[in-house]
Nanobody, 121 residues
Framework: QVQLVESGGGLVQPGGSLRLSCAASGSIFRLNVMGWYRQAPGKQRELVAAITIGGSTNYADSVKGRFTISRDSAKNTVYLQMNSLRPEDTAVYYC???????????????WGQGTQVTVSS
């Protein structure tokens, strides 16, 4: 079994900051790309940021310069530092990992349960 457990969401005022964490656990052979997606009410889920095993990053245009993704490979954990938050950043944020289980030969996508981020005064 593999689990992705997110933490760090909450309510913050516009201009504020939050840091999300996502820890992967279980029989993991190798973690490839890890990322964060978000889904606002009535909208499709969208990629926010992703980071490869080598540390290369990719960001949605709407968060460039405000959000920073990082990972601690020793802890199988990915982080999302969110600064200068705006009301339009309000959404459920989901952790995603492309990984290979110890008992498998292929990579599969895994998702966390989601954490709510609300930006409001």
């Amino acid at each position: 079994q593999v689990q992705l457990v997110e933490s760090g969401g909450g309510l913050v005022q516009p201009g504020g900051s939050l840091r999300l964490s996502c820890a992967a656990s279980g029989s993991i052979f190798r973690l490839n790309v890890m990322g964060w997606y978000r889904q606002a009410p009535g909208k499709q889920r969208e990629l926010v940021a992703a980071i490869t095993i080598g540390g290369s990053t990719n960001y949605a245009d709407s968060v460039k310069g405000r959000f920073t993704i990082s990972r601690d490979s020793a802890k199988n954990t990915v982080y999302l530092q969110m600064n200068s938050l705006r009301p339009e950043d309000t959404a459920v944020y989901y952790c995603n990992a492309d990984l290979r289980r110890s008992s498998d030969t292929r990579y599969h996508d895994y998702w966390g349960q989601g954490t709510q981020v609300t930006v409001s005064s």
